[in-house]
C-alpha cells in the first residue's frame, strides 16, 4: 500500500520560511523521482519542484532561487525548503511520485498560507 504522508505546514508572515516533509511507504524509495506539487484555491495543482533519483532537481520559475527540494533515501522522506514566502506561495502542498504506475496516489498535503 503506497502511503504519502505530508507535513510541515502551517501559518507564516510574508519573508518567513518553512520546511515541508513527505514520508514516503509502500514503494521503493530510492528509485522514483519524487516531486511537490500546491494547489490553491480555485486553481489547478501545479507542479513545484522535483528531484531525480540521481539528485538533479527542477523548479517551477516562481519559486526558484527560493525553494529548495531534497530527499533522504535513507529515510524515505522529501523535504521542500521554503524561504522568502510570498502571499501567492499560499497552498495545500502534496507530494507525488513520479512515475507513470504510481501517478494516482497523493497525500493529504499540508496547507501553507503565508499572511501579508
Known amino acids: 500500500q503506497v502511503q504519502l504522508v505530508e507535513s510541515g505546514g502551517g501559518l507564516v508572515q510574508a519573508g518567513g520560511s518553512l520546511r515541508l516533509s513527505c514520508d514516503a511507504s509502500?514503494?521503493?524509495?530510492?528509485?522514483?523521482?519524487m516531486a511537490w506539487y500546491r494547489q490553491a484555491p480555485g486553481k489547478q495543482r501545479e507542479l513545484v519542484a522535483s528531484?531525480?533519483?540521481?539528485?538533479?532537481?527542477n523548479y517551477k520559475d516562481s519559486v526558484k532561487g527560493r525553494f529548495t527540494i531534497s530527499r533522504d533515501n535513507a529515510k524515505n522522506t522529501v523535504y521542500l525548503q521554503m524561504n522568502s514566502l510570498k502571499p501567492e506561495d499560499t497552498a495545500v502542498y502534496y507530494c507525488?511520485?513520479?512515475?507513470?504506475?504510481?501517478?494516482?496516489?497523493w497525500g493529504q498535503g499540508t496547507q501553507v498560507t503565508v499572511s501579508s
Open positions: 528531484i531525480a533519483r540521481g539528485g538533479s532537481t
Open positions: 507525488h511520485v513520479e512515475h507513470w504506475s504510481l501517478r494516482g496516489y
Open positions: 509502500g514503494i521503493i524509495f530510492s528509485i522514483y523521482a
